[in-house]
């Protein structure tokens, strides 16, 4: 990544495509266009590919390649797991377990089928961030049909105990999902050991292209439908398949799963080091999420007396993209439900700064942006009233 004119800190709301991955899907735009679905010959090598992907993506998560459903993305999988559920169940229940942290494609999915009379639980979460397989297990019910938690936090990067919560599930015969978008080819998955059956991911959040994601549906589990159309995806999901997209995703998947340890330990390094910059050399901030059950590319602070906004336009001026609150809600000016669930007051959400990073940074990157920080967050406090009421009385 030379001569970047920026420093990207925003790798939970999207990465950059590998040119590995923008290679592997050229041909898909150009000589091999065909449609994988047609029979002639000239349609055979999208449709071997299109096998080879779906095999690859199974390999990272010890699935089967059947049981690889393509996507339009993390959101369509997590309605798609949802809503699937909820219509085929109906019969036997309508009441879903999820927790108050969710991104707001299973939150406004459950909300949505409120409205349908279905029964949604929202578990609450404790400071960190986590849901315990014990308030699980209270909030199960005989007409429970399904619990969706996800494998780990986009905005504070707390992960779930995913394994246990599966665990609870399956004990009471109920199916467990999780929305493992920030988490697939990041961190270890097996849907095996990890008692799962149903998985949503997505491409663009692991060095792959934008658009296409993928559904793990165990073996025997019936879901109907989300998008109706052609017999692609065993009748599954209609829509032509999205080849470039596919073969991006797999080549991208490929790579991070194979590379996980490695990028995982100079994240994790590089994580700490800025964590602990913050920590000893500006006053008053807080770490959110787990210390250590924690995405290895996660950061996610409040400084007090600060509004994230104004943060966010003197780092930008700087050259530094982070985040305040998650993509979804930036733009708005309510603190992130997540913040608010771990018990921040909104003074204090409202000052949050997410900082996401990729094996692609450097350690002269984090230099420059907590030297950056130190500064803006010295000017605003300076020009806060509240900061200045602060400092007479303490
Ligand atoms: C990004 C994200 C999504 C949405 O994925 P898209 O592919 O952008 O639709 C869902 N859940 C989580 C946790 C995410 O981070």
Same mark, same amino acid.
């Given at each position: 990544?030379?001569?970047?004119p920026f420093?990207?800190?925003?790798?939970?709301a999207?990465?950059?495509?590998?040119p590995?991955?923008?290679?592997?899907?050229?041909?898909?735009?150009?000589?091999?266009?065909a449609?994988?679905?047609?029979?002639?010959?000239?349609?055979?090598?999208?449709?071997k590919?299109?096998?080879?992907?779906?095999?690859?993506?199974?390999?990272?998560?010890?699935a089967?390649?059947?049981?690889?459903?393509?996507?339009?993305?993390?959101?369509?999988?997590d309605?798609?797991?949802?809503?699937?559920?909820?219509?085929?169940?109906?019969?036997?229940?309508?009441?879903?377990?999820?927790?108050?942290?969710?991104?707001?494609?299973?939150?406004h999915?459950?909300?949505? /089928?409120?409205?349908?009379?279905?029964?949604?639980?929202?578990?609450?979460v404790?400071?960190d961030?986590?849901?315990?397989?014990?308030?699980?297990?209270?909030?199960?019910?005989?007409?429970?049909?399904?619990?969706?938690?996800?494998?780990?936090?986009?905005?504070? *990067?707390t992960?779930?105990p995913?394994?246990?919560?599966?665990?609870?599930?399956?004990k009471?015969?109920?199916?467990?999902?999780?929305d493992?978008?920030?988490?697939?080819?990041?961190?270890?998955?097996?849907?095996?050991e990890?008692?799962?059956?149903?998985?949503s991911?997505?491409?663009?959040?692991?060095?792959?292209?934008k658009? !296409?994601?993928?559904?793990y549906?165990?073996?025997?589990?019936?879901?109907p439908?989300?998008?109706?159309?052609?017999?692609? +995806?065993?009748?599954k999901?209609?829509?032509?398949?999205?080849?470039? *997209?596919?073969?991006?995703?797999?080549?991208?998947?490929k790579l991070?799963?194979?590379?996980?340890?490695?990028?995982?330990?100079?994240?994790?390094?590089?994580?700490?080091?800025?964590?602990?910059?913050l920590?000893? +050399?500006i006053?008053?901030?807080? !770490?959110?999420?787990?210390?250590?059950?924690?995405l290895?590319?996660?950061?996610n602070?409040?400084?007090r007396?600060?509004?994230?906004?104004?943060?966010?336009?003197?780092?930008?001026?700087? *050259?530094?993209?982070?985040?305040?609150?998650?993509?979804?809600?930036?733009?708005s000016?309510?603190?992130?439900?997540?913040? /608010?669930?771990?018990?921040?007051?909104?003074?204090?959400?409202?000052?949050?700064?997410r900082?996401?990073?990729?094996?692609?940074?450097?350690? +002269?990157?984090?230099?420059?942006?907590?030297?950056?920080?130190?500064?803006?967050?010295?000017?605003?406090?300076?020009?806060?009233?509240?900061?200045?009421?602060?400092?007479?009385?303490?």
């Amino acid at each position: 990544m030379e001569n970047r004119p920026f420093i990207y800190l925003d790798n939970a709301a999207t990465t950059s495509v590998r040119p590995e991955v923008l290679t592997a899907m050229e041909p898909f735009f150009k000589e091999s266009y065909a449609n994988p679905a047609s029979i002639y010959q000239f349609a055979q090598n999208t449709h071997k590919m299109l096998d080879e992907s779906r095999e690859t993506i199974a390999n990272c998560l010890g699935a089967k390649p059947q049981e690889i459903y393509f996507t339009g993305g993390g959101s369509e999988g997590d309605n798609w797991a949802i809503k699937g559920v909820a219509y085929a169940l109906k019969d036997k229940g309508k009441h879903i377990i999820t927790s108050k942290i969710e991104h707001h494609a299973v939150l406004h999915t459950c909300e949505f /089928l409120e409205q349908q009379g279905f029964d949604v639980t929202y578990l609450d979460v404790d400071e960190d961030g986590l849901v315990t397989p014990e308030q699980l297990e209270a909030a199960i019910r005989p007409d429970t049909i399904l619990v969706t938690i996800m494998a780990a936090n986009n905005e504070i *990067g707390t992960i779930e105990p995913i394994r246990e919560l599966g665990a609870v599930a399956h004990k009471h015969g109920v199916l467990f999902h999780t929305d493992a978008v920030q988490a697939f080819a990041h961190i270890p998955i097996s849907v095996e050991e990890d008692n799962i059956d149903l998985l949503s991911a997505s491409g663009h959040k692991f060095h792959g292209p934008k658009g !296409v994601g993928f559904l793990y549906i165990r073996e025997g589990v019936k879901l109907p439908p989300l998008i109706h159309g052609g017999a692609q +995806e065993r009748s599954k999901r209609g829509g032509t398949h999205n080849m470039p *997209g596919i073969v991006g995703m797999a080549t991208a998947a490929k790579l991070a799963c194979e590379q996980m340890e490695k990028n995982a330990e100079q994240e994790k390094e590089l994580r700490d080091y800025l964590i602990q910059r913050l920590e000893q +050399e500006i006053p008053y901030v807080k !770490v959110n999420g787990h210390r250590t059950k924690r995405l290895p590319n996660n950061v996610n602070v409040c400084f007090r007396f600060i509004e994230g906004e104004s943060l966010l336009i003197m780092l930008d001026q700087k *050259g530094i993209c982070g985040s305040s609150g998650s993509a979804c809600t930036s733009g708005s000016l309510d603190p992130s439900h997540v913040l /608010l669930a771990i018990g921040l007051p909104h003074e204090i959400a409202h000052g949050s700064l997410r900082m996401t990073l990729s094996e692609q940074n450097t350690r +002269e990157e984090i230099d420059y942006t907590v030297d950056s920080l130190k500064t803006i967050v010295e000017t605003l406090r300076s020009m806060s009233p509240l900061y200045e009421d602060f400092v007479k009385n303490n």
